[in-house]
């Protein structure tokens, strides 16, 4: 089964950045697209990047030009760059493959204020 273990969340302040990391263990890393989600309290979770084994992206209009996925294969590695955060940001963020299988990760809080 696939885990995912994610972290480098925490307090920014409104044009501050942040990268989020996330091993994965379990299956054939290499192969998945990947992805970073985002949930914000009473609201869906949302995929908010991601990347194929090809190393093609995705990302929705609203973190376009300010989020980086990226990956390392070599150490079942995901990674998030986030610059010039919002507040609206604000979330706990999780790693799955994309589209997402199995059980999600704890997560990791970003808190976008000042």
């Known amino acids: 089964q696939v885990q995912f273990v994610e972290s480098g969340g925490g307090l920014v302040q409104p044009g501050g950045s942040l990268r989020l990391s996330c091993i994965v263990s379990?299956?054939?890393?290499?192969?998945?697209?990947m992805g970073w989600y985002r949930q914000a309290p009473g609201e869906e979770r949302d995929l908010v990047a991601a990347?194929?084994?090809?190393?093609?992206?995705y990302y929705p209009d609203s973190v376009q030009g300010r989020f980086t996925i990226s990956r390392d294969n070599a150490k079942n590695m995901v990674y998030l760059q986030m610059n010039d955060l919002k507040p609206e940001d604000t979330a706990v963020y999780y790693c799955?493959?994309?589209?997402?299988?199995?059980?999600w990760g704890q997560g990791t809080q970003v808190t976008v204020s000042s």
């Open positions: 799955n493959r994309a589209p997402e299988v199995g059980t």
């Open positions: 379990g299956g054939t890393f290499s192969v998945f697209r």
């Open positions: 990347i194929s084994n090809a190393m093609n992206t």
